[in-house]
């Protein structure tokens, strides 16, 4: 470890004596940066699709592949039908698919396949406890959340960082192949304790394409190719059609706890500044979020004649008087585990509890609990993806009480 740098440790480890493993941040471990970014679409029929980076070697590169919006694997790896070679100044890729095109993501890294490297870390990054989200570094986006669980909200989080280098290791090492033929072995020792994430390539007349399909046992995924295995890796290749490359990065293949991709909504689904009232309005149309608004309900600005509370988020906020009420057709990206954020006020003290709803089954009833607004959220509730109702209604309707609503958001985790 340098003098000089940001290190963050887990509770109860020194900075200057800490292992590798236990560091949750170290600016000393080097990472990737993206040199080269690019989408195309690669057409059926076996043609070939050259993507200029110059950026004058061969970078380390992945291209990820999409149909309908879809991810359907990476080029070379899980999908068969895209290849893509690597060259010093271009991508060049092919779709062996007849009928249907792809389009592709591609990112080249500012790491050189060609150039051998060692990284010297102490220990391998096993930790043995849970992540703990109230360590580390965490710089959120203006209006985010510094407590989101998504990490989109954030421009710093050290639970986010790029994927630190280990080792990259050249045909200069190759030894004469066990498998015969003229193949020549170029292999790496895994650290103790864990199978780190390794990609290997190879050389064809002047292009590098990847070779790597994983499996816990080890698998070979060309004659010659790679194999994973504890406690080492193995590339073979052929010297006279070109050289090969193994990339060792530091984070491990299978990841000792599990990883949830959330979601948060960008922008707010419920933010009611839209359509500008002056004052207030009953059954406003025109909102561009898609809200509408039934019986008693409707916006009002900063200073109304309505006697609300200035808007927690911009000039406007929604009221439901009675049992007005707001519905919203939402597209639920993924079949999963959501929640409802809000805020709600009162209108001068009066009770006037608030029905949420999907697709007409009340999830809860909030009722504020006291004077200004009042941040809180459903409990968890289970869709499937795709468009449900929305829905937010007062449930007193013998006497006139109102309820102010405001900044509604939405968050989610995919589940089966």
Same mark, same amino acid.
């Given at each position: 470890?340098?003098?000089? !740098? ?32 690019? &989408?195309?679409?690669?057409?059926? !029929? ?16 992945? #291209? *990820? ?16 039908? #895209? ?9 060049? @890729?092919?779709?062996?698919? #007849?009928? $249907? ?41 203006? !209006? ?20 630190? @280098? ?6 200069? $090492? ?14 790496? &020792? ?11 390539? /190879? ?39 070109? !050289? ?24 707010? =689904? ?33 200073? $109304? ?20 009420? =707001?519905?919203?057709?939402?597209? *639920?990206?993924? &079949? ?14 009066? =009770?006037?509890? /608030? ?12 009722? #504020? ?6 941040? $809180? ?12 109702? =929305?829905? *937010? ?24």
């Amino acid at each position: 470890m340098s003098g000089a !740098g940001i290190f963050i440790t887990q509770i109860g480890a020194s900075v200057p004596t800490a292992a590798d493993y236990q560091f949750v941040f170290n600016s000393d471990w080097p990472s990737l940066q993206t040199a080269f970014e690019k &989408t195309v679409v690669v057409p059926a !029929g076996g043609a070939v699709v050259t993507v200029l980076h110059r950026l004058g070697f061969f970078p380390l590169t992945f #291209v *990820f592949l999409t149909q309908n919006n879809q991810f359907v694997g990476r080029a070379d790896i899980g999908n068969t039908d #895209v290849a893509c070679f690597i060259g010093k100044q271009g991508l060049y @890729l092919t779709n062996n698919n #007849v009928s $249907s095109s792809y389009t592709a993501n591609i990112k080249c890294y500012n790491l050189d396949l060609q150039k051998p490297h060692d990284y010297t870390l102490p220990k391998f990054p096993a930790v043995n406890q849970p992540y703990d989200p109230t360590v580390g570094i965490k710089v959120a986006k203006y !209006g985010k959340d510094i407590h989101s669980t998504d990490l989109r909200d954030f421009i710093l989080h050290s639970r986010a960082q790029s994927p630190a @280098l280990l080792s990259v290791v050249t045909e200069r $090492s190759a030894v004469t192949s066990p498998l015969g033929g003229g193949l020549e072995r170029i292999s790496y &020792t895994n650290p103790a304790g864990y199978i780190p994430w390794i990609g290997g390539y /190879i050389g064809n007349n002047g292009t590098i394409y990847e070779s790597l399909v994983y499996n816990a046992a080890g698998f070979s995924v060309q004659s010659p190719g790679l194999t994973i295995n504890p406690p080492a890796t193995t590339l073979d290749f052929n010297p006279a059609t070109g !050289g090969a490359t193994l990339i060792i990065l530091r984070d491990p293949l299978i990841l000792p706890n599990p990883v949830s991709v959330n979601f948060n909504s960008n922008p707010l =689904i419920g933010d009611f500044e839209t359509p500008v009232t002056g004052n207030f309005a009953y059954n406003p149309v025109g909102n561009l979020e898609g809200w509408s608004f039934l019986g008693l309900a409707g916006v009002a600005t900063n200073g $109304s004649a309505f006697n609300n509370p200035n808007a927690y988020s911009g000039t406007q906020v929604c009221f439901l008087q009675e049992g007005g009420k =707001i519905t919203l057709s939402y597209n *639920f990206p993924f &079949t999963g585990d959501y929640t409802l954020g809000f805020v709600m006020a009162w209108r001068l003290g009066q =009770i006037n509890p /608030i029905a949420i709803k999907i697709d007409g089954s009340t999830i809860t009833t909030y009722t #504020v609990p006291g004077a200004g607004w009042n941040p $809180s959220q459903t409990p968890s509730f289970h869709v499937a993806a795709g468009a449900h109702t =929305i829905s *937010f209604e007062g449930t007193v309707t013998s006497s006139d009480v109102t309820t102010f609503v405001d900044y509604i958001t939405i968050s989610g985790v995919a589940s089966g």
